[in-house]
């Protein structure tokens, strides 16, 4: 059974920074795409950040909101993805979810399994 379980959401100031985590089991990174997505209250969800199958060489994409300041990377020892979040703004808080898929996409429609997510909130 596919899964994955987030973690590592929380309250930081603007301009700090978190690492959210997603831990995988029931399947490895050989062909599967692994993205973070965010949905704030009100609005669509949005494309974060994703990370191609390792048989893809593991290439990275990123929203033009967040490149430069969010990083994503795996770990295939732990079968985890990171999402390294820095200089964090006020327009970041969301509920962040990770999600696996077999196309590379930062829309949500290729993903089929999703974990529950975790909130960021970004306050002073």
């Known amino acids: 059974q596919l899964q994955l379980v987030e973690s590592g959401g929380g309250l930081v100031q603007p301009g700090g920074s978190l690492r959210l985590s997603c831990a995988v089991s029931g399947f490895t990174f050989d062909v599967w795409t692994i993205g973070w997505f965010r949905q704030a209250p009100g609005k669509e969800r949005e494309g974060v950040s994703c990370?191609?199958?390792?048989?893809?060489?593991?290439?990275?994409y990123y929203a033009d909101s967040v490149k430069g300041r969010f990083t994503i990377l795996k770990d295939n020892v732990k079968n985890t993805v990171y999402l390294q979040m820095n200089s964090l703004k006020p327009e970041d808080p969301a509920v962040y979810c990770c999600?696996?898929?077999?196309?590379?996409?930062?829309?949500?429609?290729?993903?089929?399994?999703w974990g529950q997510g975790t909130q960021v909130t970004v306050s002073s």
């Open positions: 990370i191609s199958s390792s048989m893809s060489d593991s290439k990275t």
């Open positions: 999600a696996a898929g077999r196309i590379v996409s930062l829309a949500d429609i290729p993903y089929d399994y």
